[in-house]
């Protein structure tokens, strides 16, 4: 990788790329493919088949435009915008996956590994910040809901922003606040400032899903869609990075085992000067997601997405973009300003192109209307997959948090007769961490056997995880406990994984993205009031919170096993 500055006008560089539309390949169609239509309409020509991509010879202008009025008809939107936004998607389709692309792919992954990378960060402080600061083991588990209120506020902030000051800003900002408050909070120096500088930093996080996996999704071809999926891979790697790195500080730098806070404790204490393991591993995270945003900024230059370029009325730098991209690609485009204005209308002949920021947010809300949300319900079996979907989202969401955000905690059995050292908790976690990457890798084989497939896959691997959490409590034996972590691990990157797959197939593309949203939010708010069912139903019991957190996950799995559609070896509609 090279310098680059990013400050500099690449954006603007003419690249020799253009092409006429008549020599264009003819690709399949950005918003519906043949076997799509096909899926939706049950029935076809007898002795037909779907026409290959290398079938195809050329493109005319009415073509395209023919092209663009049925994507406009399917997705209820007829605007300049929305009409000049058809066809970017179409020229992006036609340059096809290349160079830019996978590079987006590895630093749009860093978002991802940064969001369980300070899930599990955070999970992995509350022992110690617990001794430090003498606050209850219940108590302390506000930390963890002060990261959530931080991730929700900034997922809605984010999400609404990157479409407002451009996704480029936001996607290099989020990353940016991640590193900086992440380097901070190890200077903390009571409990408060250190649960607000986690507030901020989940502010940073909480941006990186919805804004990275839509820009991603923006330069991504349709034909290789599926890649929005596969950005699921880094989930599990953040948790990886975050334990072995804790395992490395904390016990050597760590208060001696048994003792208390100097804050309700007698001498000897625990000082600051002998518990800064958890600071370093902060510190460390922390300079980890500055690396990462480095990356982002210093050695990558991203074009700024051509959809937002067009809602503020600056299409001359949208066309700009798609070149470079091309170029990037080595590759060629039709796409011109003269085609965009030929298919969406003349600058001169509309009355404004450009978007105003509240008909921005208005879009944002829109899909959450019940304008929207209703083609989720049009049929029985539809509507009975989004209420079961979503309350999985709902459960699940509960559920993860409830064990795995406090897992450092259930592994030290406070209070237990033969409690295991620093060290052995610490080094537990690192193998459950390694112990879970494979699952994600073997959901991608066992999703395309027949009779299992997806809601196979997903009712099996929830049910075993359920379960496994369950004897979890039976054992106070640190043995017994890793083998239990080790195997919820595994099983529940499976789970995810596929859930991950299945949401976005299941719905229909005009209302995908409100189907998929509404999941993550209520995933999201779940998540937030995991901490606060953990705090006041662990103070009656301390295995509450891991029943609590099997239950959901049994839930889930009767809700999964009722699911109405299978959607291996089917398109998308």
Known sequence: ????????????????????????????????????????????????????????????????????ENDLAASGH??????????????????????????????????????????????????????????????????????????????????????????????????????????????????????????????????????????????????SGNLLTMLSVWWPIGQLIGSLVAWGLIPPYSCADGLQSCHVAEAPCCRKEDNMGWRYLTITLGAMTMVMFICRFFFFHLYESPKFLLSRGRQDEAVAAIHAIAHKNKAKTWLTVDILNEIGGHPETIEEEKLPFMEIIQRQLSKFSAQRIA??????????????????????????????????????????????????????????????????????????????????????????????????????????????????AFFQNIMYGVLYAYTPEVFPAPNRGTGTGIASCLNRIAGLCAPIVAIYGGSTNPNAPVYASGGLLLAAFVAMCLLPIETRGKQSL
């Open 375 to 488: 083609p989720l319900f049009a049929t029985r079996k539809l509507g009975i997959t989004t209420a079961l979907l979503w309350f999985c989202w709902t459960t699940i969401g509960m559920g993860y948090p409830l064990f795995n955000a406090f897992l450092p905690q259930y592994l030290a059995r406070a209070g237990a007769v033969d409690a295991p050292s620093t060290y052995t908790v610490y080094r537990n976690y690192a193998i459950t961490s390694v112990v879970g990457v494979p699952g994600s890798i073997l959901a991608c084989y066992t999703v395309d056997i027949k009779y299992i497939g997806r809601k196979g896959t997903m009712a099996i691997s929830t049910v075993i995880t359920g379960v496994i959490l369950f004897c979890f409590t039976i054992s106070t034996n640190p043995d017994v406990q890793l083998v239990c972590t080790c195997l919820e």
């Open 78 to 223: 007829d605007t300049v915008y929305d009409r000049k936004s058809k066809v970017i998607n179409r020229a992006v389709q036609d340059i096809g996956m290349g160079k830019y692309q996978w590079q987006l792919f590895v630093l749009c992954g860093f978002g991802w590994l940064a969001d369980n990378l300070w899930l599990q960060g955070v999970a992995l402080t509350l022992p110690k910040l617990a001794v430090e600061f003498g606050i209850s083991d219940s108590n302390v588990r506000f930390t963890t809901c002060a990261l959530f209120v931080g991730l929700c506020v900034g997922a809605v902030f984010w999400g609404t922003a990157s479409d407002i000051i451009g996704r480029r800003l936001a996607f290099n900002t989020t990353l940016l606040l991640c590193g900086i408050f992440g380097l901070a909070v190890g200077g903390g120096s009571n409990w408060i400032g250190v649960c607000a500088m986690f507030a901020c930093l989940g502010l940073g996080v909480g941006g990186n899903l919805p804004v990275d996996g839509a820009l991603f999704l923006e330069f991504l071809p349709f034909a």
């Open 1 to 68: 990788m090279r310098f680059i500055n990013p400050f500099g006008k690449h954006d603007e560089k003419v690249f020799d790329v253009l092409i006429p539309l008549a020599d264009a390949p003819r690709r399949q169609s950005t918003g519906e493919s043949d076997k799509d239509k096909l899926d939706r309409t049950g029935s076809a020509e007898k002795g037909s088949s779907p026409p290959s991509e290398s079938s195809y010879s050329g493109m005319t202008l009415e073509a395209l435009r023919a092209e663009v």
